[in-house]
């Protein structure tokens, strides 16, 4: 038997996580235990590569995580594999926005606590299939960077949940694209998010643009890498026009970036 490949994954906390090993004769599938799921690797080239996320709030320090190799003559061979997490220093941000968004009336509160169930059994949902094959790319052309990504907030004196994406430099009207191929699960307006559109990428990623002024797309429609959601806009809890950026990877909060850091396949 070849021998495997051991290395100490590492990745900060917010931080897309690239696994790969080396391809061998003999190995037909590669599959890695991420947080309840089972997340197949793809074969690329010489390499099996899978995509995870570490969570913004992931405890900094040694964790584990379990690979299975499967072989062509019906072996399998488990391997723990260690995985460190760094600290991330993340700023807090005061931020001031419109009081309705802060003191919920009743029925908001109602429809922010639907809403909030709504998305999370969407993150819940494992699809299979893997709907992209090209590196992943910015929602907003020719953006190089994004702002706030994992920011402890506290609006109008009180405080909230991290800031789970980044915010891209976008006016009112700026044509918002697709990161990647993908399905499009949600496109509605929400109470905080404002007009949102989120696409499911397969094996657990999850792209969600929010903020915008226009929908350009509706649900179950398959949407491909470059095409365009929507436009910007300052629609929801904001305090301004702008892009905002989100990843769910795995159940993970990741800051997007680091999808494209990774070159995510
Ligand atoms: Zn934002």
Avoid: C
């Amino acid at each position: 038997m070849l021998s495997l490949l051991f290395s100490a994954w590492v990745a900060g906390q917010g931080q897309a996580l690239q696994m790969s090993y080396p391809a061998e004769p003999s190995l037909t599938g590669v599959a890695v235990r991420w947080s309840g799921n089972s997340v197949p690797f793809t074969l690329r080239g010489d390499r099996w590569l899978a995509t995870v996320g570490i969570d913004l709030d992931s405890r900094p320090g040694d964790h584990a995580v379990d690979v299975t190799f499967a072989y062509e003559d019906g072996r399998s061979r488990l391997v723990r594999e260690p995985v460190l997490v760094r600290a991330e220093e993340y700023p807090t941000t005061e931020l001031q926005v419109e009081e309705r968004y802060v003191e919920l009336s009743p029925e908001d509160q109602a429809r922010a606590d639907r809403e909030a169930a709504e998305t999370s059994a969407i993150y819940d949902t494992f699809t299979p299939e893997l709907y992209w094959s090209d590196a992943f790319d910015v929602p907003v052309r020719g953006a190089k960077d994004g702002r706030n990504f994992g920011h402890r907030r506290v609006f109008n004196g009180q405080p909230r949940a991290p800031h789970s994406g980044a915010d891209l430099r976008a006016t009112t009207g700026t044509p918002i694209y697709a990161a990647n191929r993908g399905r499009i699960v949600l496109a509605k307006e929400l109470f905080f998010s404002g007009n949102a559109v989120y696409i499911d990428h397969g094996h657990g990623l999850y792209t969600t643009y929010l903020h915008l002024s226009k929908i350009d797309v509706a649900v179950g429609q398959m949407v491909e890498r470059g095409e365009q959601l929507g436009l910007a806009g300052a629609t929801g809890r904001v305090t301004g026009a702008h892009l905002h950026w989100g990843v769910r990877l795995v159940d993970a909060r990741v800051d997007p970036f680091s999808l494209i850091r990774v070159g995510a396949q």
